[in-house]
C-alpha cells in the first residue's frame, strides 16, 4: 500500500473537521497528517511511491495576521516532477485555494478556486459511468461552501456536479493523467456534515485509488 501524506488546516479549515473526513474514508491508520510543511518529505515522494494530498491553502494566514506561502518554486517543482514520473496527488477542498501559485501547480489541480456564496445546502451529482471515482456514489446532500472554481486545464474528465438553488450545475470533481501521473480534485468538505459524509468518503477512497493506480 503506497503512503499517503496530507498536508491540512489554515485558519479557515481547523483539522476536526479534515480528519473526520479523511478517517472515515481511509482509517485512522491510513495517512499522514501535518499541518507543518516542512514535515512533506518533498523531495522524496517517489522514492516512497506515495499519494500527495492537499487540504490547505495557498496563502496561509497565522492568529497574529501574519502571511505566509507554504508554495515555493522548489516544493512546485518536486511535486510537478513526481506526478509526471508516475506519482499521485489529490486535491481536496480548500486544496484548490492556490492564489499565487505557479502555473505548474495550476496545471496539476486542472482548476483552482474562485469564490462561494454563504453557506448553504449544496446537492452533489455523480456523473454516472463517467469515472472509476464515482463507483459506489450516491448524490448526497450536506450543508457546505459552494466551491465556484476555474477550470485551467482543457482535458480534464469531469465527474462530479454540486448544485444549490441559485447556483446549478457547478464542476465540482474532476481528474486528469499528466505525464506517467495522475490528479484529482473534489471541491466539497468545508462542514463536518459534508466531510464525513459516506459519499464523500467513497469518493476520496476512490480518488486515492486512482491516482495511484492501486
Not at 30 to 44: C, D, L, Q, R
Not at 94 to 110: H, I, N, P, Q, Y
Not at 115 to 144: M, N, R
Request: with cysteine.
Amino acid at each position: 500500500m503506497k503512503k499517503i501524506y496530507m498536508l491540512m488546516e489554515d485558519k479557515w479549515h481547523p483539522r476536526d473537521v479534515i480528519l473526520a473526513g479523511m478517517e472515515a474514508a481511509l482509517g485512522k491508520d491510513g495517512f499522514v497528517a501535518t499541518v507543518n510543511p516542512e514535515e512533506i518529505p518533498w523531495s522524496k515522494l517517489a522514492d516512497e511511491a506515495a499519494v500527495f494530498i492537499s487540504q490547505k491553502g495557498e496563502n496561509q494566514e497565522l492568529p497574529d495576521g501574519s502571511k505566509f506561502k507554504w508554495i515555493t518554486g522548489e516544493r512546485e517543482k518536486f511535486v510537478w516532477d513526481f506526478v509526471n514520473g508516475g506519482g499521485g496527488a489529490l486535491f481536496i477542498h480548500c486544496g484548490t485555494v492556490l492564489d499565487d501559485a505557479g502555473e505548474k501547480w495550476f496545471r496539476m489541480s486542472g482548476g483552482t478556486f474562485l469564490h462561494h456564496p454563504a453557506q448553504l445546502p449544496v446537492t452533489y451529482v455523480p456523473i454516472k459511468g463517467s469515472h472509476p471515482i464515482v463507483e459506489g456514489v450516491e448524490p448526497f446532500t450536506a450543508s457546505d461552501e459552494h466551491y465556484h472554481c476555474e477550470i485551467r486545464v482543457k482535458d480534464i474528465s469531469p465527474f462530479m456536479i454540486g448544485g444549490s438553488e441559485k447556483n446549478p450545475g457547478i464542476l465540482t470533481g474532476w481528474c486528469q493523467e499528466i505525464g506517467k501521473g495522475r490528479t484529482a480534485a473534489l471541491t466539497p468538505g468545508h462542514t463536518m456534515e459534508a466531510a464525513a459524509n459516506p459519499n464523500m468518503a467513497q469518493l476520496i477512497r476512490n480518488a486515492v485509488k486512482w491516482v495511484s493506480r492501486g
